[in-house]
């Protein structure tokens, strides 16, 4: 199995930038990666995805603010957040898709996610 281990969640203001990052166990060159959020109270998001032949998708709150890059040769993916708002407040978690897509929503198989808190 492909363990990710989210890293890089803070306490920052609104309108302050965070990366986040996601490092893999193993190879990532055949997955699609994806980023999803869980809100207080909330189920689990769809935030950014990244296929294996680099395309991007983005969820609507989230687009031209957040970019998702991969590094394949060091089997990391991040998450650049720009702009934050208070309602971007959650628990951020790292995908791993076999299909290649990154932004199907895995159901129960999420780790252990990175916090972040934007305060207003």
């Known amino acids: 199995q492909l363990q990710l281990v989210e890293s890089g969640g803070g306490l920052v203001q609104a309108g302050g930038s965070l990366t986040l990052s996601c490092a893999a166990s193993g190879y990532i060159s055949g997955y699609g990666m994806g980023w999803f959020r869980q809100a207080p109270g909330k189920e689990h998001a769809f935030v950014a995805a990244i296929t294996t032949d680099d395309t991007t998708y983005y969820a609507d709150a989230v687009k031209g603010r957040f970019t998702i890059s991969r590094d394949n040769a060091e089997n990391m993916v991040y998450l650049q957040m720009k702009s934050l708002k208070p309602e971007d407040t959650a628990v951020y978690y790292c995908?791993?898709?076999?299909?290649?897509?990154?932004?199907?929503?895995?159901?129960?198989?999420w780790g252990q996610g990175t916090q972040v808190i934007v305060s207003s």
């Open positions: 995908n791993a898709d076999p299909n290649g897509y990154g932004y199907l929503n895995p159901g129960d198989s």
